[in-house]
């Protein structure tokens, strides 16, 4: 089980890095972990809500301070990764990726496990719009980072597949740099120039519910199956510099995965109570037990993003598999 996998990278770790001389180890330490919107991130919010980190650091006689930061968008994350301001980077796999092509051999910035896989749907307010064909230039799409973030990466991957591969960006000039949550209520007031949004759960179920709502594509259709579309990763540097810290995020993110496989209703509830939602619990439930919906560590179906970027040249170096973006815990794992 992918579990098990994070579970022993993690022991191995901290065996090395909590003992000296078989004693145990005192330090007060810092791990600061950024968050954006939606269930995608309820492994964190787990994390977070139980105080997994600060709970399994004292264990081993680590006093871990916990700092959570609200950004959106894999650009503003990727730039606080870089400049310092957080230590575990959480986004899409396409910034993943174009910060791991831009960081080889300085910061060296790689994945560390995946938030789970989860389809993204193309959604629309206009009934004339059924296929990206019927896309014109007065639409305006909205995604959390115009060019970088997974959902404009998946759009431009789908127009790639659509008019062919010279023609990628040809509905780049449509999009526009919005949070999911206020692209959801741009898109259901109708009153906006924005008239779709590459969305993510829960705020795409929710916009279905209303009327005039209507699904264009998503990412499990584009790809051919399951991806994860959300990445946790992290510099070189902090995982060298601070294995015990790393090696107990590691381990609470396996604790949350079994919680919420154990317990969805209580893991619903854990995401209204530490996102203020108001969406009720039953409905939260249903989506972490869809089918279609996995909080699994193992990163799923990455690869062919990589292989596209590449193509258009938005990464410069095509990796030779999905773990070369990947640190080694992360190896034994049957990713893709």
């Known amino acids: 089980m ?8 993690a022991i191995a770790l901290l065996a090395l890095a909590t003992t000296v001389g078989g004693q145990p180890v005192e330090a007060n330490e810092r791990i600061r972990i950024a968050e954006q919107f939606g269930i995608t991130y309820l492994l964190l919010h787990v994390i977070r809500d139980q105080e997994l980190i600060e709970t399994l650091g004292a264990e081993r ?6 700092e959570w930061r609200q950004l959106s968008g894999g650009a503003a ?3 606080a990764l870089l400049s310092g301001a957080i230590d575990i980077a959480s986004a899409g796999v396409g910034p993943l990726l174009t910060v791991w ?3 080889r051999g300085s910061a060296n910035v790689k994945g560390v496990a995946s938030l789970g896989e989860f389809p993204n749907f193309l959604l629309t307010n206009d009934p004339a719009v059924s296929s990206l064909e019927d896309f014109g230039p007065e639409h305006r799409i909205a995604v959390p980072a115009v060019g970088v973030s997974v959902q404009s990466r998946f759009l431009q991957k789908a127009v790639a597949d659509t008019f062919g591969l010279e023609s ?3 509905l780049e000039a449509n999009t526009v740099s919005l949070p999911h949550p206020d692209a959801t209520a741009a898109l259901l007031s109708n009153g906006t120039e924005i008239s779709a949004h590459f969305s993510a759960i829960p ?5 279905l519910e209303q009327e005039g709502i209507h699904k264009v594509t998503d990412s499990y259709e584009i790809f051919g199956g399951p991806i994860s579309p959300t990445l946790l990763y992290a510099t070189e540097r902090y995982r060298e510099q601070n294995p015990e810290v790393y090696a107990v995020f590691l381990e609470a993110l396996a604790e949350a995965r079994d919680y919420i496989e154990q317990d969805p209703a209580g893991a619903a509830e854990t995401y209204r109570r530490v996102t203020g939602s108001q969406l009720d619990n039953d409905f939260l439930t249903t989506l972490i037990t869809d089918e279609q919906v996995s909080f699994s560590l193992v990163p799923r179906n990455t690869y062919p993003l990589a292989e596209f970027l590449h193509q258009v040249e938005a990464i410069g170096h095509l990796p030779q598999s999905w773990q070369e973006y990947f640190f080694d815990e992360a190896h034994a794992w049957e990713g893709s």
């Open 203 to 207: 705020f795409q179920y929710q916009a």
């Open 77 to 79: 994350v990727n730039d």
């Open 2 to 9: 992918p579990i098990q996998h994070s579970r022993v990278a």
């Open 101 to 103: 092509d831009r960081t």
């Open 168 to 170: 990628y960006d040809r």
């Open 61 to 66: 006689g680590l006093d871990i301070e916990v």
